[in-house]
């Protein structure tokens, strides 16, 4: 290796160390805070070195890496492939970090753990816990990674080092909308607006009469889209329309773009009702409301239409918002035409740049346009030239080959990953139905299930799963891509005997 | 202003995170039983880190204080008062104290020299740099300017060098410094209210010049005057180094020119006496004998009008020589047309052509090119001379010029022999006389050395080569461009 090569790689590995370090310190100080429940919650006392001590090793391991490597990497950009690799590194760390006080608690084993912590901190919200007799700090740890996961654990950290390669890691994460110039500003006011919503769904649901910690809680599970309650039932618990409302418009604005909400904030409601996704995503509620509602009233689950039809939009906005909210009993009863439009909408999620999961409905559009496009080309008249405009943002933009080409072949890869899955639940004893829709779950981030994963379920289901939620997180490519970084670096370490 | 506020925020935040992860860790320890003596090196280690971390010593030393009235405060008995009861505790108490004091003047002491270290490689770094662009100067001025910028850029201030005295009206302090070679100015008793410092440049007790720094906003700290240092030392190695090349450089030049002027003058000698001669010999007969017939008076007459011509021609040259070989007067170059030149030196060679046809092709736009106009007649007229001496008596001679790309391209064509074997280049040489003595008057062989001189003087080139119809072309080329500054000599 030249003498270049060897700094330029010099230059890299420490701005990755300084990075991860960073991260690892930010996100353990962020794992104390649960313990301020004390406060309010005096008898959860006992649990609270399992959160002091898990983050405090964090932290102190973060210092480490950032001091053993030197900090001079201050204005170095990393690559997108180390970039990517810092960024597994860190959802690994936080994942691992996250999971242990579960397990110091004597709540769960590890793997139970690890599922628990996976599935907070990528929204799913599959939980192996029953939360009616969860001590309130670790339901509050729930609430916080959901809070860190939902918006991106990159981006929280953005908003607090504005330099040390954060940059490169912020776009890796699947942030690519610019609000503001400057990447801590977008950070900074993208955390704005998602709690800002997080405080006003909290106040809402406070005054339709639910306890402070449980308002709290729902209104985070809810905007991150994540789907973790603190009662077994979910959202059904409360038996209120009001609430199931409030939840329901809190989980469509943590769906809905933060570009969007941006112009939205600032009036541009013309933008907001015309950029594509809206309606998509709109459109798709109506029609699979109207769908799952004829479903219930013709298998005869439901008999009042109106009951059925509210119903029947609770959770296709539960589902298509990869939230998890549920106010019907248990999905395993339902008919499977439900089970099928749940699996459907599972898949597709909502807006890009979001919260939510799945392939995203702008790479579904881009893609369905393409093929429009396409098939117009072929069968369609020579004599006239269609139009390849789509609107984003409420401006009509030409949509090029590699952008249909790159949503086409994200939902292909999508679709491999999702079969693979499923096959390997199926393998694990599960039935077709609970393998296609627990993957469906876990893969995009959704948090229903028809009860294969759970309390009960053994460690193999749960790894499977929890990987599967890490894949649906981090856009799969970027998981594959910071994975083979990762160990190409230590690869690189163990050869040179370092 | 701004960094400050930055700094103070960074070192704020540093100091509350250890401070919560510190009171965290001693909590859990409590909650777990663990005996809250642990707590001392835990906040040992806390404070180790905020040493490293923040910017200043008075930063450990706060965040030491604030553990130690809440240790007392939350953890020992009495709680929630600043009373000690245990013993132990105040043993704890005082030794922890001690221990932050020492620890946290060692890891400053650590800090500041880790800070040395890097400063010191980068201006390690920066003197190689500048090391090797000081080996590529030429002239001390160059290694001059060269220092100068670098210092200008690394020390971000004002600063220059000035070679030899800096004359009288440079202020008192610059000649005190070149006069009594020590640093004047700035900073330095005496001088008081000079925003300026002054550094002598020189060796061994000599000086070279004077190195003037802008200290208008603030002074020299130590590590860039002992970097000023070392750079004024490499300076001055890359001045002296380049005063000797260059003293050898006239040397040489000059012993060149003196084995010259000794061939020159023999050549000459020997070269002018033979047409004296015959002049000589043709006057006395025409003098001594008036009954001469006019025929043979015209002849003898005639024979020498010729000889004086030759005579006159090589004088010319020798002038033309020592107007190109004198370094120190720069062409004058005006702007001449192509035609003009051309038909000067046609016309004067119209007369002696004898048996030999000239044709010229003039090119068909009017070309302007900076020239001496006589000097480059004369490389025509060296050009003609030699095609009609040099080439069968009946042959063709084509002048020629016409435009090629950014230069004109000259040339001189005949069809009668071509050159000898042998490098074509060595025509050019000073002395070469051509081996096909066809019995008429030999040359010096200075003609063709002065076109090159002449040409390469313009910034052109000039080539020789045979031709296809038989005979030799000599053909140079001249610059379009490249104003009337280009080099002069």
Not at chain 1, 297 to 320: K, M, R
Not at chain 2, 415 to 442: E, I, W
Request: proline fraction near 3%; charge should be negative.
């Amino acid at each position: 290796m030249s003498a270049q090569l060897k700094e330029a790689n010099r230059r890299a590995t420490q701005a990755m160390a300084n990075a991860v370090g960073t991260s690892a310190i930010i996100i353990g100080a962020v794992e104390l805070v649960p313990v301020c429940i004390l406060v309010w919650s005096p008898e959860d006392t006992r649990l609270a070195p399992s959160f002091i001590f898990p983050a405090l090793f964090l932290m102190a391991a973060g210092y480490v890496l950032r001091f053993a490597k030197g900090d001079k990497s201050a204005g170095y950009m990393l690559e997108r492939r180390d970039a990517a690799a810092c960024m597994l590194a860190v959802w690994l760390a936080a994942i691992v970090a996250y999971a242990l006080p579960f397990v110091l608690a004597h709540e769960l084993d590890p793997v139970q753990a690890v599922f628990e912590a996976t599935s907070g901190l990528t929204t799913t919200g599959l939980s192996v816990m029953d939360p009616d007799e969860c001590p309130r700090m670790l339901l509050l740890h729930r609430s916080l990674m959901h809070y860190l996961g939902g918006v991106g654990l990159v981006l929280v950290l953005t908003c607090m080092v504005s330099r040390s390669g954060g940059l490169g890691m912020y776009n890796v994460e699947g942030h690519v909308d610019r609000l503001l110039p400057g990447t801590a500003r977008t950070a900074r006011t993208i955390l704005a607006i998602y709690s800002g919503i997080i405080a006003l769904g909290a106040v809402a649901y406070r005054i339709l009469g639910m306890s402070a910690f449980d308002a709290i809680n729902t209104s985070i599970s809810a905007v991150s889209t994540g789907g973790f309650s603190t009662h077994v039932e979910s959202i059904a618990y409360f038996d209120s329309r009001p609430v199931e409302a409030v939840s329901a418009v809190l989980m469509l604005a943590g769906a809905t773009n933060f570009l969007l909400l941006f112009l939205l904030l600032r009036g541009k409601v013309e933008s907001f009702a015309h950029h594509i996704e809206t309606r998509v995503l709109f459109g798709v509620v109506a029609v699979a409301s109207v769908a799952i509602a004829a479903i219930l009233v013709a298998s005869g689950c439901c008999t009042d239409a109106a009951d059925a039809l509210w119903t029947a939009f609770f959770q296709t906005v539960s589902a298509i918002t990869s939230t998890g909210f549920q106010i019907v009993p248990s999905f395993a009863a339902l008919p499977s035409g439900i089970l099928l439009v749940l699996v459907s909408l599972m898949l597709a999620g909502s807006m890009a740049g979001s919260t939510s999961g799945g392939i995203k409905l702008y790479r579904i559009a881009v893609s369905f346009s393409g093929l429009l496009w396409s098939l117009q080309e072929r069968y369609g008249t020579k004599h006239r030239i269609y139009g390849r405009k789509i609107n984003r943002f409420g401006k009509r933009v030409v949509c090029t080959e590699t952008e249909v080409r790159e949503a086409a072949t994200f939902a292909a890869t999508y679709i491999l990953v999702f079969a693979i899955g499923s096959f390997a639940f199926a393998l694990c004893g599960a039935s077709f139905q609970e393998a296609v829709f627990d993957f469906a779950s876990c893969l995009g981030n959704a948090g229903i299930g028809v009860g294969f994963l759970g309390a009960g379920s053994g460690p193999v289901e749960l790894g499977i799963g929890a990987f599967g939620m890490l894949l649906g997180r981090l856009e799969i490519v970027m998981a594959f891509i910071g994975l083979a970084a990762l160990l190409e670096r230590v690869k690189r370490r163990v050869a040179h005997g370092r | 202003m701004d960094v400050d506020l930055k700094l103070l925020g960074r070192n704020l935040a540093v100091l509350a995170v250890l401070y919560l992860a510190g009171m965290a860790a001693v909590f859990g320890f409590s909650v777990l039983g663990v005996s809250t003596l642990v707590a001392f090196p835990v906040f040992v280690l806390g404070i180790l880190v905020a040493s490293l971390e923040s910017d200043s010593g008075f930063w450990g030393a706060l965040l030491g204080l604030c553990y130690l009235l809440s240790y007392d405060l939350l953890f020992t008995a009495p709680l929630y008062q600043l009373k000690v009861l245990n013993r132990n505790d105040v043993a704890a108490l005082v030794i922890f104290f001690l221990v932050v004091l020492i620890m946290n003047t060692v890891s400053q002491r650590m800090r500041r020299q880790v800070f040395i270290a890097q400063r010191n490689e980068l201006a390690m770094g920066r003197l190689n740099k500048l090391s090797a662009s000081l080996i590529d100067t030429t002239s001390s001025e160059a290694a001059c300017q060269c220092a100068q910028a670098f210092l200008v850029r690394v020390l971000d201030r004002d600063v220059r060098i000035r070679l030899g005295d800096p004359g009288a009206d440079a202020g008192q302090a610059a000649r005190d410094c070149y006069e009594r070679n020590y640093p004047t100015g700035f900073g330095e008793v005496g001088y008081r209210g000079c925003a300026k410092r002054y550094l002598p440049l020189g060796a061994k007790g000599e000086v070279c010049g004077v190195v003037e720094i802008d200290c208008a906003e603030s002074g020299l700290d130590e590590a860039s005057s002992s970097f000023l240092s070392s750079v004024l030392a490499q300076t001055m190695i890359a001045i002296e180094r380049n005063d000797l090349e260059e003293e050898h450089r006239a040397k040489r030049i000059k012993a060149e020119g003196e084995k010259f002027k000794t061939l020159l003058l023999q050549s000459v000698s020997h070269d002018l006496r033979t047409p004296l001669t015959s002049i000589a010999g043709n006057a006395d007969v025409l003098l001594k004998d008036a009954r001469i017939a006019p025929e043979t008076r015209r002849e003898l007459l005639g024979a020498i009008h010729e000889d004086a011509l030759w005579l006159n021609d090589m004088v010319e040259n020798l002038l033309s020589m020592s107007r190109v070989q004198d370094e120190d007067i720069a062409l004058e170059k005006t702007p001449e047309i192509v035609d003009e030149v051309i038909g000067t030196a046609v016309g004067k060679m119209e007369r002696r052509r004898g048996g030999h046809r000239l044709r010229v092709e003039l090119p068909e736009d009017i070309l302007l090119v900076p020239m001496d106009g006589g000097l480059v007649s004369r490389v025509l007229i060296n050009l003609i001379d030699n095609a009609i001496r040099h080439s069968s008596p009946t042959s063709t001679i084509d002048v020629s010029a016409r435009k090629d790309g950014p230069q004109v391209l000259f040339s001189v064509a005949d069809d009668g022999g071509g050159l000898g074997p042998g490098d074509p280049a060595c025509v050019f040489s000073r002395f070469y006389a051509g081996d096909r003595a066809d019995g008429g008057r030999k040359g010096m062989g200075l003609g063709l050395s002065i076109c090159k001189a002449i040409v390469e003087a313009h910034g052109g080139t000039i080539r020789a080569f045979n031709n296809e119809q038989g005979g030799a072309t000599f053909e140079f080329a001249l610059p379009l461009e490249g104003g009337c500054d280009d080099e002069g000599g």
